[in-house]
């Protein structure tokens, strides 16, 4: 019975989530299409997925692998019967007399037998089937072994997503793991990583950042609003650094940038001015424009330096900065 259109969406939807089309065939799959061949004692054996227009040989043996138009492909057939196919004589059997694989005009099966591929929601995505250019039946017990091995390529078409799924979610632990959630930056633990790998070859600056007054936009505006600044102010310091430098987000409002091969004050006075300059235009936010400004502490950071000193550094500059005696900015001496 010929599938609605509404069905053919959700099958081909199943069929392209496995993400097996266009691929190279794995081991896996080319052995199974061989065991097939051999325990049916066909020459040739094919594990074909039916896409919207075309039949793509995810895996052969004995032939050529190449997609054919769907409308040529005998496995049509069986996608249309909902079941699986055998004929001893294609030639003389009228669903594929006229078949281009039947009728010389590309090949001359005559034996054709197909399992279909259902995966665990019942959809068909394919065929394995088995072909030979002699006229033989098929004993049931090959038709058996041919249906089990077409659940098991599903069953390898399951694994491999199964481990997609495993890959992407250990990726996404791994990325959370060293991104703040709210701005996308990286977060304390990987920039405390880096700031101890740059105090041993010197040559970097630090600037700590904290916004003043944000504990008011917060009581005035909402959290949500809050959280909107924030990711505003990480955007607008982002875009005032270089590619090859890194903005953390520490606690809170407070970020830290580290900036490569910086040697001198008045180099890292300029980077700390520019990130100072970025964040004081106004931006909307929930339909009215809001100013904030940033206090910062720079410090120059050699070669065996220590971490938590060039921190306490930054931090202290940045509060004299906040206490007004530098005008939202104060560089220290380097630290070594």
Request: hydrophobic residues 45%; contains cysteine.
């Amino acid at each position: 019975m010929p599938t609605s259109a509404h069905s053919e969406r959700l099958r081909l939807a199943a069929l392209h989530a496995y993400e097996v089309l266009d691929e190279e065939p794995t081991p896996q799959l080319e052995g199974l299409v061989a065991l097939a061949a051999h325990v049916t004692g066909a020459p040739v054996a094919m594990l074909n997925l039916l896409d919207a227009d075309r039949q793509w040989p995810a895996a052969v043996f004995g032939d050529d692998r190449r997609p054919v138009p769907r409308e040529d492909a005998m496995c049509e057939r069986v996608l249309e019967a909902g079941t699986a196919l055998h004929t001893a004589d294609a030639a003389a059997d009228p669903r594929w007399a006229d078949n281009p694989f039947v009728d010389g005009r590309i090949g001359a099966t005559r034996m054709y037998a197909a399992a279909p591929l259902r995966d665990p929601q019942g959809n068909t995505l394919g065929t394995l089937c088995v072909l030979d250019e002699r006229s033989r039946e098929l004993s049931a017990e090959q038709l058996v072994a041919l249906g089990l091995l077409a659940e098991q390529a599903v069953a390898l078409f399951e694994s491999g997503r199964r481990a997609r799924r495993l890959t992407a979610a250990v990726d996404e632990l791994d990325r959370l793991a060293h991104v703040d959630a709210l701005t996308g930056l990286v977060n304390r633990a990987s920039a405390t990583r880096a700031l101890e790998r740059m105090c041993r070859t010197g040559g970097w600056g630090l600037v700590f950042l904290d916004v003043d007054d944000f504990k008011a936009v917060n009581d005035e505006n909402g959290h949500q609003a809050g959280d909107a600044a924030l990711r505003e102010v990480a955007a607008r310091l982002r875009d005032g650094l270089r590619p090859h430098d890194l903005l953390a987000r520490w606690a809170g409002d407070e970020f830290v940038a580290l900036l490569a091969g910086v040697e001198d004050e008045q180099a890292l006075a300029e980077v700390a001015e520019r990130l100072h300059a970025s964040v004081g235009r106004p931006f909307a936010l929930d339909g009215r424009d809001v100013a904030l400004s940033v206090s910062l502490g720079a410090v120059l950071v050699t070669a065996g330096s220590e971490p938590d000193t060039v921190l306490d550094d930054a931090d202290v500059a940045m509060y004299s900065a906040k206490r007004g005696r530098a005008p939202g900015l104060s560089v220290q001496p380097a630290v070594g």
